[in-house]
């Protein structure tokens, strides 16, 4: 079966302009999650959602960051006035229950350059 | 702050050989926990996880873990040159959200 896949694989960007970010997650996965990687670092955890709604968004950085699920599938990450900090590969997992504790299956990621 | 720790390496190790990583976390409540493999430009991808204390075992890989000592680790035997790689140690603290250490970077030398 088809794995976590996102798109795009690669988006450059301005400083202050907006980016959307999708990710589709594995069939029959309720659980959604965003990180966003760093060189040299390791994933850090930027939102987690049940089914529709977002259960923890505590990892988001600011409010220029947003994240929608409406049909408890395709998730967008939504970045408003880019900054060069937000330079970093974005993933996005899903795992099959709504409560966590269980495997996290990452999908490819996006790269995101802001210029 | 919740931590997980890992020595960032690079760890080299020649080929056949065993190849040992670790990880210390400090939430004593931590209840899983997952070493994923990430190869140069790409994402992580699960090798193990482990929920008790004790060794769990799958093919040449083997996780180990001291909830006492707040420890798990990672061995993989007969390390092989595609075995390089980024190895990153995982924590659930909150039930879902993964808590990564910087990973350890591996390297089989032929």
């Known amino acids: 079966g088809a794995g976590v896949s996102q798109t795009p694989s690669n988006k450059v960007t301005e400083k202050g302009k907006y980016v959307e970010l999708r990710c589709d997650p594995i069939?029959?996965?309720?659980?959604l999650y965003w990180y966003r990687q760093s060189l040299g670092q390791g994933p850090e955890f930027l939102i987690y959602?049940?089914?529709?709604?977002?259960?923890?968004d505590s990892g988001l950085p600011n409010d220029r960051f947003f994240a929608v699920r409406p049909e408890g599938s395709v998730s967008t990450l939504k970045i408003q006035r880019t900054e060069r900090g937000d330079s970093a590969v974005y993933l996005c997992?899903?795992?099959?229950?709504?409560?966590?504790?269980?495997?996290?299956?990452f999908g490819p990621g996006t790269r995101l350059t802001v210029l | 702050q919740k931590e997980v720790e890992q020595n960032s390496g690079p760890l080299s190790v020649p080929e056949g050989a065993i190849a040992s990583l670790n990880c210390t976390y400090s939430?004593?409540?931590?209840?899983?926990f997952f070493w994923y493999r990430q190869y140069s430009g790409k994402s992580p991808e699960l090798i193990m996880f482990?929920?008790?204390?004790g060794d769990k075992e799958d093919g040449r890989f083997t996780a180990q873990l001291n909830k006492a000592s707040q420890y798990v680790s990672l061995l993989i035997r007969d390390s092989q040159p595609s075995d390089s790689a980024t190895y990153l140690c995982?924590?659930?603290?909150?039930?879902?959200?993964?808590?990564f250490g910087k990973g350890t970077s591996l390297l089989v030398t032929p």
């Open positions: 959602f049940q089914g529709t709604g977002a259960a923890d």
């Open positions: 482990i929920y008790s204390n």
């Open positions: 939430d004593r409540g931590s209840q899983s």
């Open positions: 069939s029959g996965h309720t659980a």
């Open positions: 997992a899903s795992s099959p229950r709504d409560r966590g504790g269980d495997t996290q299956y």
């Open positions: 995982a924590v659930d603290n909150s039930g879902y959200a993964l808590n």
